[in-house]
């Protein structure tokens, strides 16, 4: 046995048997060090390993303390699970590479079939501004971003009753980059942020990024979120932030009740933890009303709301935006450093295009597409998928999340489509614990189904049963 998980060992007998205490500080690494005899760096090892085992945490600067044993007990506790490690950039960067190619039919992508979006007023609008040096000469490019489109936007967000201000609002290169300045504003390096186990590649990017701890909850069948599993997770860990997709998440699709929302705010309030919302396909319900975002239900200020035009207009705009409230300021000085300005010319032109409410026809159109797309993709593989296979339905976005009997890992699907020119999303990307749940895919069926789309699908189920029926072979 090596030395640090002899004292890994010893140190659990003391946290089990009650020597020390919940909350209790340990002696700093030098200390035990010198007490043990041993170096730091094994004593490092050592309370790596206790960490990892859910017993002890640490906190920046003030060194390591003792989980509180009842709970890392307590059978439902399991249900949290502390990802102290994160490296998953490398397989998403490999991944998106892989999907590049035209060639390919692209039911891997995270965007919507471009055919619906680019509205061609939009275009016109461009082109418009285009003949007009002084639409982006003269356009402020410095942070927070144009005060029209703060504005524009801050009349949506009050259209659903939250009161808001354009001060409130910092415009960003995309959703993507709103989550990143969020994260980063809120957090240091070795601090626990609270994800969903499994939600979309860029949150546990961001957490890589900036070597956070992720404590992770699991997805509840009925509510979406586990607000027991939650609770518990915010007691056991100083999580400094939580990142969540409460509206048709990335990539199983569920929205969560409002009033669940309503406990999640409570609970926010209680503990005083601060909530990132990736909230970029709020616009795409098929219901009559829009989903409520936390930041309707946050008296506090507590919720940092990040949105983007990405999956209604076009990715290639890149424009998003952090409703940052108290820390738009601060967001602002981090992307100074950063991104700096968003395109003034793109956010000129959206200005001009949402106050023609040329967008609500848009979204109107994009939405019964989506919805008519999806519904066709469903009802295909509800009836040819094989047995032991899930695929739930929920009227939002455009993602199917098909679920494998436990022993198929999706990454070989994966790649056996690939040599048959298709994309899917394998689980392997949304979950960066890769022990678990490898046996999900996410489809995107925001295509016109017409033939080839069929065919295509076709081809993803006969893959299914290859490797049912392999499996059986072994
Ligand atoms: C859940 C989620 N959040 C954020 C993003 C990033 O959006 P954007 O393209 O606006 O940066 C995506 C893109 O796929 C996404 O699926």
Redesign the pocket.
């Known amino acids: 046995m090596y030395k640090s998980e002899k004292l890994a060992n010893n140190l659990r007998l003391l946290i089990e048997n009650g020597t020390w205490k919940a909350n209790e500080k340990l002696p700093s690494l030098r200390h035990q060090a010198e007490q043990s005899g041993l170096s730091l760096i094994t004593v490092m090892n050592a309370y790596q390993e206790l960490e990892a085992q859910g017993l002890i945490y640490s906190k920046e600067k003030s060194g390591y303390f003792v989980v509180a044993q009842e709970l890392s007990n307590n059978e439902q506790n399991q249900n949290v699970t502390l990802n102290p490690k994160i490296e998953i950039n490398s397989t998403v960067f490999q991944y998106l590479k892989s999907i590049q190619p035209d060639h390919l039919i692209p039911f891997g992508t995270?965007?919507p079939n471009s055919q619906l979006l680019y509205s061609p007023k939009l275009i016109q609008t461009l082109g418009q501004l285009a003949r007009h040096r002084l639409s982006y000469e003269q356009t402020p490019s410095l942070p927070p971003g144009h005060f029209a489109l703060r504005k524009l936007i801050a009349q949506r967000y009050c259209m659903q009753g939250i009161q808001t201000d354009p001060s409130d609002i910092v415009i960003t290169?995309?959703?993507?980059?709103?989550?990143n300045l969020s994260l980063q504003a809120m957090t240091k390096t070795g601090d626990y942020i609270l994800l969903q186990q499994t939600i979309?590649y860029?949150a546990w990017q961001a957490a890589e990024r900036l070597g956070l701890k992720v404590i992770t909850i699991p997805t509840h069948p009925e509510h979406g979120i586990d607000l027991n599993a939650f609770e518990q997770a915010i007691q056991k860990y100083p999580i400094k932030v939580c990142l969540l997709?409460l509206n048709c998440h990335?990539p199983i699709g569920f929205t969560v009740k409002d009033e669940i929302k309503f406990q999640l705010a409570k609970l926010l309030h209680q503990h005083e933890i601060h909530l990132i919302e990736?909230d970029?396909?709020e616009e795409l319900y098929y219901d009559q009303k829009k989903p409520l975002s936390m930041k309707y239900f946050d008296q506090q200020n507590l919720v940092l709301h990040?949105s983007?035009?990405?999956?209604t207009l076009g990715?290639g705009f890149?424009i998003?935006w952090v409703y940052a409230g108290k820390f738009s300021e601060h967001i602002q000085h981090i992307q100074l450093m950063s991104t700096l300005s968003v395109n003034p010319f793109i956010q000129n032109a959206l200005v001009e295009y949402l106050s023609h409410r040329h967008y609500e026809k848009h979204l109107k159109n994009l939405r019964v597409s989506l919805q008519r797309s999806k519904k066709q993709f469903y009802q295909y593989l509800k009836e040819n998928l094989p047995m032991g296979c899930e695929v739930e339905y929920y009227p939002a976005g455009y993602f199917l999340w098909i679920e494998l009997p436990v022993y198929i890992d999706s990454t070989h699907i994966y790649q056996a489509l690939l040599d048959r020119n298709i994309s899917i999303a394998p689980s392997i990307l949304f979950n960066a614990n890769f022990a678990k749940q490898n046996n999900f895919l996410r489809i995107n069926c925001s295509f016109d189904f017409n033939d080839r789309i069929e065919s295509a699908l076709s081809h993803v189920v006969e893959c299914i049963y290859n490797a049912i029926n392999n499996n059986h072979l072994r």
């Open positions: 995270a965007f290169s995309g959703g993507l980059d709103a989550l979309f860029g997709m990335n990736d970029v396909y990040c983007s035009f990405s999956k990715a890149r998003g």
